[in-house]
């Protein structure tokens, strides 16, 4: 019996081995899922707000309030339609799943598992000389923060001197989640009605617990990376002057998570050169990679 102990002991410590190495860095990709994908309507909806561990609300990333009595009614500012279009392309985690029939176009969201979750639909405005199109959903659809997406064009909005609170390529220097005071990056400016984008990929990589940290959300990452893919090599150029920073063609860490703490924990992280966003098994204190950190800010 005793023998039978020091075997099946032996055959665990072989197991635990074999499990570390599976998550080393010089195997990454043995712990990756690449067909996983994240419910449609979590993600539209982190477009329009980002929320914190408990669904609270953190900070706008599309779209202002219609009506100060419903914050969920938000206009988006437009130069045109096909801006708006593709605003709302982007928004739709899964492009197959968009019918169009002329401009006007029908988004089936579905959930993790592929169920179904109602319709977006994307309607013209007719003959109003302001609004551009409606994004509005069916009523088995609820979402929290978002019940009515009007685009209008942004030539109608009053004209008030306003400009970017900073400008492309500025450094800021904030705290950062674990590197301290470091200098932020301005990717994107601010015009009104559209967020500019403030930046932090981190010098350090970390295998964080399971929860939010404060990462990038999916959206956010998504959109970060869309921006940057566009000039990536200038990006590149300077983000090798920002001190604090190191942008690779590797992952980073966002804060969406699935499972359950210690048992069974996945965080999704995203290749910011081509927009790769896989999830991550995480466990054994692997794997280690670099995070992502967003602000947005306004016009002033």
């Known amino acids: ?51 914190d561990s408990i ?47 002329g401009h006007n176009m029908v988004y089936y969201p579905t959930d993790e598992n592929g169920k ?12 109003e000389e302001a609004k551009v199109a409606d994004i509005t959903f069916s009523p088995d659809i609820n979402l929290k923060y978002v019940s009515h997406i009007v685009f ?9 001197g306003q400009v970017s609170q900073y400008h492309f390529g500025d450094f800021v220097q904030k705290e950062t989640f674990l590197d301290g005071v470091a200098d932020w990056v301005c990717i994107r400016e601010a015009v009104r009605g559209r967020k500019g984008l403030l930046i932090y990929v981190s010098n350090k990589t970390i295998y964080p617990q399971y929860g939010k940290y404060g990462f990038a959300s999916e959206a956010e990452a998504i959109e970060v990376s869309r921006v940057m893919r ?13 001190k604090g920073n190191r942008l690779s063609d590797y992952y980073y860490w966002s804060d969406k998570t699935w499972g359950v703490p210690l048992i069974s924990y ?31 800010f306004d016009v002033k």
């Open 152 to 160: 209008i064009r942004r030539d109608s909005l009053p004209d008030e």
């Open 1 to 51: 019996m005793k023998k039978l102990y020091l075997i099946l002991f032996a055959y665990i410590l072989v197991l635990g081995v074999l499990s570390v190495t599976s998550c080393s860095k010089d195997n990454p990709h043995q712990e990756m899922d690449t067909t996983f994908k994240s419910n449609d309507l979590e993600l539209f909806q982190e477009y329009f707000v980002k929320t």
């Open 230 to 242: 566009e000039d990536w090599d200038n990006f590149v150029t300077i983000f090798q002057q920002a």
């Open 116 to 127: 179904k979750l109602g319709t977006i639909t994307f309607s013209v405005a007719q003959g």
């Open 266 to 296: 996945k965080r999704k992280a995203i290749v910011l050169k081509t927009g790769v966003f896989d999830l991550w098994e995480c466990w054994w204190r692997q794997p280690y990679l670099q995070y992502l950190q967003v602000e947005t």
């Open 55 to 101: 669904g609270q609300f953190v900070q706008r990333f599309y779209g202002e309030p219609l009506d100060p009595t419903d914050t969920t009614k938000l206009t988006v500012p437009v130069d045109n339609l096909e801006e708006a279009q593709i605003l709302f392309q982007n928004w739709c985690q899964c492009s197959d799943s968009i019918k169009a029939t």
